[in-house]
C-alpha cells in the first residue's frame, strides 16, 4: 500500500501521457460483443459517427459513416471483423494492427489501431485492449522514404532508366499476369560509347543510351 502511495504521482503521470498519445482507448470484450470507453472524444459518441453499444456494429458503422477514407473501408472491415478476431486471438498472441485513414477536423489523416489481449483474457471471456492514435506525419514520412528507395532500387541512376532489377520485376509480373500469353523480348547492344572518359564524353554517351531506350 506503501508503495502504490510514492509511486501514485508517477502513475498518474503515466495515465496522463497515454491519454495525450492516444486518440481512442477501449475495452473491448469480443465474447460479449462490447466495449467499455476509456478515452473517447465526444463527437464519437454520436449516431452520426456510427455509435453503437455493440463493437461489431460500431466498427462497421463507424467505416460506412464515412469516418474511414473511402479506399481503407474494405481492408478496415476485414481487419475488424469480429468473427475474424476472435479467432485470431484464440489461436495466437500476436497483436493485431491496422492503418487507415479517418476523418479529422476536415480531412483524413493516418491512424494505427492496435488489438492487444488484456491481462484476463481468457479463450473463453476474450477481453482485449483497442488503442487509436494519430500517426499521419511519420507515416507520410515513412511512405515517401519507401517511393525513394523503390526509385533507386529499380533506376539507374546515370541514365534515369530502369535497371536490371526493374527488368527482373517487370519480367516477373509477366509471368504472374494470365492475360499475357505472347511476349517478344529485343536485346540490343550500343557499340561506340567508349570514346571519350571527360564529363562531355559521358554526358553524351548517357545521353545516346537514354534516347536508344524509348526506340
Not at 497515454?18 to 454520436?46: C, G, P, W
Not at 469516418?67 to 495466437?92: G, I, K, M, P, W
Not at 491481462?119 to 515513412?142: A, F, P
Not at 527482373?168 to 494470365?178: E, K, R
Amino acid at each position: 500500500m506503501t508503495y502504490l502511495k510514492e509511486n501514485e504521482p508517477h502513475m498518474e503521470a503515466s495515465m496522463r501521457l497515454l491519454a495525450q498519445t492516444y486518440l481512442k482507448i477501449l475495452m473491448v470484450n469480443l465474447t460479449e460483443d462490447s466495449h467499455i470507453d476509456i478515452k473517447l472524444q465526444d463527437f464519437e459518441r454520436t449516431a452520426d459517427t456510427g455509435y453503437r453499444t455493440r463493437i461489431s456494429e460500431w466498427l462497421r458503422e463507424f467505416a460506412l459513416t464515412g469516418q474511414v477514407y473511402y479506399a481503407d473501408v474494405d481492408q478496415y472491415l476485414r481487419a475488424t471483423d469480429l468473427q475474424v478476431l476472435r479467432e485470431h486471438f484464440r489461436h495466437s498472441a500476436e497483436s493485431v494492427r491496422v492503418r487507415y485513414r479517418r476523418a479529422s477536423g476536415g480531412e483524413f489523416r493516418w491512424v494505427q489501431m492496435d488489438l492487444i489481449k488484456a491481462e484476463d483474457y481468457t479463450d473463453e471471456n476474450q477481453i482485449v485492449m483497442l488503442y487509436i492514435q494519430d500517426i499521419h506525419d511519420s507515416y507520410i514520412r515513412e511512405l515517401e522514404e519507401r517511393r525513394e528507395l523503390e526509385y533507386y532500387c529499380n533506376t539507374d541512376e546515370l541514365t534515369g532508366l530502369g535497371n536490371m532489377y526493374a527488368y527482373h520485376s517487370v519480367c516477373g509480373m509477366i509471368a504472374d499476369s494470365m492475360r499475357i500469353h505472347d511476349i517478344g523480348v529485343l536485346f540490343a547492344d550500343i557499340n561506340g560509347l567508349k570514346w571519350s572518359t571527360t564529363p562531355e564524353g559521358m554526358r553524351r554517351a548517357t545521353s545516346i543510351s537514354a534516347a536508344s531506350a524509348g526506340c
